[in-house]
């Protein structure tokens, strides 16, 4: 059942920097994979050491197109792939994750036919009552993300099916736009995050503390390594910090930057 489940890393020539950075956190914290692993590229590939990628390169042109090209030769080269698992190349994962832990939510997946499960716990304001679901085949609760959640089709790591991942594409006007759409499809979250990872570009450039995540998990001169810009706005990391602090509060009434 495992060859129907495969990793695809979201990535482009125009990031490769970012994507260097990723394999290392990837191959130092990610443990055991034993599923096929794709890298969507245009022509660079990422230097993985110690896992065996399978490199799909499409011509330049835009995010959007670029996956669906990607994602499509996936489907019709590789037909046993039933469900697919993307992430996106500024991911930075700092805590050991043993990937046979995933062979119980594989199962459940693919025995209830679910067309996305993300796999870290969908974000709500304590005031926002969470609808779970206990699958009868399984001893496994989900939670059922609601139809008007911001992020119905979020891109944090999740398990899609793939037809299902490239009609969410087809729909999207870009990567924005993308965690709005909703093609009245049920779809689901764990109810404990099984991934520990952080988000370290935004808009092109590196975030405030990617220099500080870099130096500590994988003892890296993040200034020495990439010519990318820094987020300079101090003010804006104050803000953004307060708005993580006030969420369970809040929720996403005043926190989406968007």
Known sequence: MKNKFAIFINSSDNTNDIANIFVIFFEKFIKNIDIKIFVGTNN????????EV?????????WKKETIEQI??????YEEIEYIIP????????????FKNLSSLFKLVYDENLFYLRLKKIEESIFT?????KFHNQRKELIEIRNNHPYY?????????????IATLQKCENIWKFEKINLN???YSVCKSLLTYIHIVEKGEWDYDAKTICKKYIKLNLSNFSNRQFKKHFLKKIIFKIKKILFPVIGY???RNK
């Open 153 to 165: 089709s979020s891109l944090q790591v999740a398990i899609w099916n793939i037809s299902h991942y």
């Open 129 to 133: 009552p969470k609808k779970k679901i």
């Open 87 to 98: 992430i996106l190349d500024d991911f930075a994962f700092i805590k050991e994750f043993d």
């Open 72 to 77: 499509s030769i996936i489907k019709r080269e």
């Open 54 to 62: 399978i490199p799909i390169k499409v011509n330049k042109s835009n």
């Open 185 to 187: 499809i049920k779809h």
């Open 44 to 51: 660079l590939v990422p230097s993985f050491k110690d896992c």
């Open 253 to 255: 009434h005043l926190t």
